[in-house]
C-alpha cells in the first residue's frame, strides 16, 4: 500500500513536469520562423445597431452595410469592415410563395426551363 502511494506521487511529479514542459515560449513554426500567438479581435470588438425599417442588425463598430435595391423578390445585404474588405458578410434571402405542391410551377418550367427539368412532370 506504501509501494503505490509513493509510486502515484512519483507518477503525478512525472506528469506535473511534463505539462510545464509543454509551456515553452518559444514556439517555432516548420520553416523556423518565431511563432507569435496573439489574443482574439473578438474579445474586444463592440457593436452597434443598425437598422433600415427592413433589417435590424448588430454589426461590429465601424462596418459598413450595403444593401442593393434589385426587386422586391430577392433581399441581399454585405456587411463588411472598411479598413479590411476580407472581412465581409454577405447574406442573401429570397422570398416566395407557399405552395402545397408544384403543380402551378408546370408551366413555367416549360416556359422557361431555367431549373434544369423542362417539360419534366
Known sequence: ????????????????????????????????EKLIIKKAETKEMQYENYNNGL???QIPKGWKVEVPTVD???????????????????????????????SPHKD???AWGAWGDAGSS
Open 72 to 102: 422586391y423578390i430577392h433581399y441581399t445585404f454585405k456587411m463588411y469592415n472598411p479598413e479590411n474588405p476580407d472581412y465581409m458578410f454577405i447574406f442573401g434571402l429570397k422570398q416566395e410563395g407557399f405552395l402545397m405542391d408544384h
Open 1 to 32: 500500500m506504501k509501494n503505490k502511494k509513493i509510486l502515484t506521487m512519483f507518477m503525478a511529479i512525472i506528469m506535473l513536469l511534463f505539462i510545464t514542459a509543454c509551456g515553452d515560449k518559444n514556439l517555432q513554426t516548420k520553416n523556423g
Open 55 to 57: 433589417i435590424s442588425l
Open 108 to 110: 413555367e418550367r416549360k
